[in-house]
């Protein structure tokens, strides 16, 4: 991952001083910054969904696997409503999925 994109992306996460994408429209107009905009808007809702998960107590799994490629496969199941989420990221996006809160320490139990 481009090292500006994924500054970007932290700084979208960023609670205290976020990005304003009106106030800098022109650096989310860039490639760059779409790809930025991209990636923050599927770690959100990974993030959502693992809180659900999280929130649905014992019958909830979410399960990070590593393969050999770089990739690392994130599973999420919640048996009350017999669904699973699963998604492919990068090393790089799983480390910033990580840094939000509530991620880590979920990831971690497992």
Known sequence: MDPF??????????EGAP????RHFHTFESPEGKQA????RRLKALQLDIAKCREAGGD?????TRDGEGTVKVEIRLQHLRSTR???LDEVEFELLRQLPGVRELLDQR
Do not use: G, P
């Not at 994109?5 to 960023?14: G, S, Y």
């Not at 909830?60 to 990070?64: E, I, L």
């Open 19 to 22: 990005l304003s994408r009106n």
């Open 86 to 88: 699963m998604t492919v």
């Open 5 to 14: 994109v994924r500054k970007l992306v932290l700084r979208l996460f960023d």
């Open 60 to 64: 909830s799994r979410v399960q990070a």
């Open 37 to 40: 905009m991209r990636i923050s």
